[in-house]
């Protein structure tokens, strides 16, 4: 039977909180009066899609993140992919580096019974889909299935309409190419009349070294006729009695063991109603987008600023079971950990696999920090799990162990940005030496990307005792991204983001050590020349000034781009140009440039490697240059920060199509938190980890924006910020006041926001 949606009717001041972790508990304000949830567009840039980037049956941080694949291959270019009209499964899993558990619904009869194992793929309609956050609805041209999917955190929930007089059965591809990774032993039991049982494996990437089990359990609404095996792909085929059309599938799935995904399932889902799911479903998401309301803009704006949202609560999935058991791979062998709980036996936080958070300074570390404390929280804990069970904080997990993905030690400025905004509170002293660990030799920040057998593609030698990361690394290639000038400046900013929880903790030694080693990155910086240029080992420049040169020194970047890298001492670096007055019209002709070319390089990820976009002089398709925009703030020319950023908006972020969106990588969660800061029109230039962790104000484009912040973590109800004369022309800010007393340096502190409160921004359409 075709699902039909009933509308869910929030009440005002009605929120729902979960027993289990706080992750997932809500704050107690007052809700917006609409669905905020059906304002969300899933399919927003699924041309252009990755492995663990699109979401349909989904909860908030989802172990289970089921939906329809229609590219198998590889971890780019795989997954959902708007533009291919077949669907070649239904997996679970999509997260950093981990696939899985992928079956398909058939129709067996005398024409395919003997080949369905190698050809099972069937055509499928936009026209019949129906897609929103926690429900994927499609119908199957091939087999005249209705398919509809939804889930629990960790529990996929399947509903099938068969056609009559067929025989029904689900294909379980257990073995095979799946996304990212290869599937390997993959096992299949029945273990009753309507239950199945079984495991598989993620075999090691380039990117995880080691492989991942995934078990599994499976219960039916239909009895089981026969599993067979196929001697050729290994996958098995589960014929169902035709006693029943209407055919229910529920799949829990752990890491840990087959008892657990049981577990989980007895948990999570221990009734058969579709439909209730589906709306629980909603309502959690609803409450997750439900604490910021933003009032004005038009219709596409609104929809799109919540896509934007709901894109911030995606990519980073929970690992661990209901119990609080979680894979640890981190040491010689593979054990099952165990996560601290509360006095009830629930587990105190999540455990979870995520990609790195590089660039989450300019992203995650505002959204999350102010919006979702308790989700920051949380990610701090799962990240401290990892060094007490490995040694090591990680800097993006994958399948309960370190992946060493992009560079440098980018969850210090994440975890010393949770501090200083007061979100944890607790063992601070050993955070620190965890933090500390990692940023000296033997720790995570000497590693290049992926670099999992030695530590010398850093060139973190040569940065202690140079003062910068040569290009070329002498010693040859180790990893990815061994791109000395990037390095030396992501070294130097994590640094002093170190140097600040160390002077908040009184280190005053360690303090003047890792704030004289955040200098490091004026000993990349050609004065002559103006931009930051690699050097080889013997402090010759490398190669010929050409700051548009892709990679060449520059991680995932171009010179020209990279250059503004220096979060932390803006001044500084407009000292080593001439001034601010130089460096200011140095990065507007950059913007000038940029907005020719819609300021990204391309529509999508792969496209920044093409000729015609590797010399693109801002990208805000890739995490190194996204903050250009506010470097004007820093510099006194909040006027050409409140403008660029506007247009920024309006050409990288703004439109609802399968066609673009992020207009490049969209790191689980990183641009679509971007977008969401950009249009409240909220920055933290350093990554909230300064004492008062400041925000910097640019030029909002709603009406009004009222935050719900969570009263566990603060005191305050709810922050407003409301503009007065808003539209797309007036785009300048002519004067700020903070609960009715005028403020003059565009800037607010953490606590002035939290406490609660009303920001009101006079908007204008020139800068005089």
């Not at 993140?65 to 291919?84: C, E, H, I, M």
């Not at 309609?125 to 960790?154: A, C, I, N, W």
């Not at 033997?442 to 030695?454: F, L, Q, S, W």
């Not at 903070?738 to 403020?743: R, S």
Request: glycine letters at 8%.
């Amino acid at each position: 039977m075709k699902l039909h949606l009933a509308i869910i009717l929030f009440i005002s001041g009605l929120i729902i909180f979960s027993c289990r972790t706080k992750s997932d508990q809500k704050t107690s304000n007052d809700k917006p009066d609409k669905n905020l949830v059906d304002l969300v567009y899933p399919l927003l840039d699924t041309e252009n899609s990755r492995w663990f980037f699109f979401s349909s049956a989904c909860r908030p941080f989802g172990m289970v993140n089921l939906s329809p694949d229609t590219q198998v291959g590889g971890a780019w270019g795989s997954g959902y992919r708007y533009k291919t009209d077949t669907v070649k499964g239904f997996s679970h899993i999509h997260a950093w580096q981990l696939s899985g558990l992928s079956v398909m619904p058939v129709t067996v009869n005398k024409h395919n019974e003997k080949n369905v194992f190698m050809n099972f793929y069937s055509k499928y309609s936009h026209k019949t889909e129906k897609v929103t956050p926690g429900y994927h609805y499609l119908e199957l041209d091939r087999y005249q299935t209705k398919v509809e999917l939804t889930s629990t955190k960790r529990v996929g929930f399947h509903r099938y309409q068969f056609p009559e007089d067929q025989d029904a059965a689900i294909l379980f591809n257990l073995n095979g190419k799946l996304g990212p990774c290869d599937i390997i032993d993959g096992k299949l039991e029945k273990t009753g009349s309507t239950e199945l049982s079984g495991e598989l494996v993620n075999a090691p990437t380039i990117r995880r070294p080691k492989p991942t089990k995934v078990f599994f359990k499976v219960e039916l609404n239909a009895e089981i006729e026969s599993v067979t095996q196929d001697a050729k792909t290994g996958n098995y085929l589960v014929l169902l009695s035709n006693s029943n059309q209407e055919v229910f599938m529920k799949v829990g799935i752990s890491y840990t063991s087959v008892e657990n995904a049981e577990n989980n399932m007895v948990a999570e889902l221990p009734h058969w109603n579709f439909d209730k799911v589906v709306s629980e479903s909603r309502d959690e998401w609803e409450a997750y987008l439900s604490r910021i309301k933003v009032e004005g803009g038009t219709e596409v704006q609104q929809r799109r600023f919540y896509t934007d949202l709901w894109h911030a609560l995606q990519g980073r999935r929970t690992i661990s079971d209901v119990n609080g058991a979680y894979p640890d791979n981190t040491g010689k062998s593979f054990r099952v950990g165990q996560l601290p709980l509360d006095k009830v036996g629930k587990p105190l936080f999540n455990h979870y696999n995520s990609d790195a958070f590089w660039g989450a300074q300019w992203t995650l570390n505002t959204l999350w920090g102010l919006v979702y404390p308790e989700v920051m929280e949380e990610f701090v804990y799962s990240l401290m799990q990892y060094y007490k069970d490995g040694g090591i904080v990680p800097r993006g997990p994958s399948g309960g162990n370190y992946t060493y993905v992009m560079t440098g030690a980018s969850s210090t400025p994440f975890i010393v940005s949770a501090i200083q905004k007061g979100i944890v509170k607790d063992n601070l002293d050993e955070i620190y030496q965890a933090l500390k660990i990692t940023h000296m030799p033997g720790g995570i920040m000497e590693k290049a990307g992926y670099e999992h057998e030695t530590s010398m593609g850093g060139g973190f030698k040569y940065y202690l005792e140079k003062g910068y990361v040569p290009f070329p690394i002498p010693e040859g290639k180790f990893g990815y991204h061994q791109d000395g000038a990037s390095l030396t400046m992501e070294y130097a900013y994590q640094d002093w983001t170190l140097a600040q929880l160390a002077k908040k903790l009184g280190y005053e030694e360690d303090y003047q050590y890792f704030i004289k080693r955040s200098e490091n990155y004026k000993n990349t910086f050609d004065i002559e020349t103006g931009w930051m240029r690699p050097r080889e080992v013997n402090g010759k420049w490398h190669g010929a000034l050409d700051p548009y040169l892709y990679e060449e020194g520059f991680n995932e970047s171009n010179g020209a781009q990279s250059t503004w890298f220096v979060p932390h001492d803006l001044v500084g670096l407009a000292q080593l140009m001439g001034g601010n007055e130089k460096a200011v019209e140095k990065l507007n002709t950059q913007f000038e440039t940029a907005e020719k070319l819609g300021f990204t390089s391309g529509s999508s990820h792969d496209r920044e490697l093409h000729p015609e976009y590797k010399r693109v002089p801002i990208n805000y398709g890739n995490q190194p240059s996204i903050q250009t925009a506010f470097v004007f703030h820093q510099l006194g020319r909040q006027d050409l920060t409140q403008y660029w950023s506007r247009q920024v908006v309006d050409k990288a972020f703004s439109g609802l199509s399968p066609s673009s969106g992020y207009n490049g990588d969209e790191d689980q969660g990183l641009m679509g938190s971007l977008a969401v800061l950009l249009k409240i029109g909220l920055f933290q230039m350093n990554g909230g980890t300064d004492e008062f962790s400041e925000y910097q104000i640019g030029s909002p484009i709603f009406d009004k924006i009222t935050i719900y912040l969570n009263n566990e973590f603060y005191q305050g109800e709810q922050f407003v910020i409301e503009t007065m004369n808003n539209s797309s022309g007036n785009v300048y800010v002519d004067k700020i006041k903070l609960n009715d007393q005028e403020i003059e340096n565009y800037t607010i502190h953490h606590n002035d926001m939290v406490n609660g409160g009303e920001l009101k921004l006079y908007m204008k359409s020139n800068r005089e």
